[in-house]
């Protein structure tokens, strides 16, 4: 199915396939680690000062080329973790059906929270993403969350693969109720979550 009146949804952009090349997805994977670093490493004041001048050196080699959301390579190289995108935590997509999707994932140092548990405000946000990703399998036009709950079941662990799933629950019209969960290995569920899609109606943001 496709949404006639997309490009008057608030001006979103059309995300299609980016190819940057392997460069690419090495700078991701570089920064991914670099995230993980900058919150766990414990150097010298020199070597602070040192990591700050090759880092400003880096903002001022990329600035010039700063593009506009939809025309830079994040989130839209779907063969790289994430989609290329430092925001979201590096998962794959494994099913993308109109029945439901389901991806694994793996969080490191960079999301940890405490006692090398996942900070709580990050399954939120993983959870938002497979529900645009559920919206997106089962063709309903593009939306937006009206609201999202989750119920964390157990703790969440660094540095294990795990596996989220979401689905539509029911529909009404414009709404769609969107169901989500994240497990680990042996099959237990970490987290839970509900929520809303409110079809946007031409012109809204």
Known sequence: MTDPDYDRHGGFPIFEPAQPGPGFGRFVASMRRLQDLAVSADPDSATWDDAADRVEALVEQLAPFEAAEGVGPANRVVELPGGGSLLMPPFRLSSFEPEGVELTVQFSRFHVGGNHAVHGGVLPL????????????????????????????????????????????????????????????????????????????????
Do not use: C
């Open 126 to 205: 993983l959870f938002d993403s497979v529900f645009g990703m559920v919206i997106h399998a089962a063709g309903r036009p593009i939306s937006r969350t009206a609201f999202l709950h989750v119920d964390y079941r157990k703790v969440t662990p660094i540095d294990t693969t795990l596996t989220a799933r979401g689905w539509i629950r029911e529909t009404d019209g414009r709404k769609a109720f969107v169901n989500a969960e994240l497990r680990d290995p042996d099959g237990n569920v970490l987290a839970e979550a509900n929520g809303l899609m409110v079809r946007l109606l031409a012109g809204q943001p």
